[in-house]
């Protein structure tokens, strides 16, 4: 875990991808999407992003998006599985 960070929040180690491992374009879900699905705020995602936790993202043309199997190991992590 990185200095300073609550035990608390979520951590995944690895917080960007690699472009050669750049997700199919349809697969990518925006912030707004995926705060909506975790119940938070894009505010929060942006946060994570920063800190280097939460879901995995990519930037595509400046802007952020999670790939869809990002976001799915992330709620995998976080709930151990629980739908």
Known sequence: MFEGMDENQPNH???RIAADQLPNVASLLTPDQVADALGTTTKTL???RSRRTGPAFVRV???V??????YDAFWLEQTGGAA
């Open 13 to 15: 180690s690895s917080s």
């Open 65 to 70: 998006y999670y790939p869809r199997s990002a």
């Open 61 to 63: 043309a400046g802007r």
């Open 46 to 48: 942006a946060n994570w």
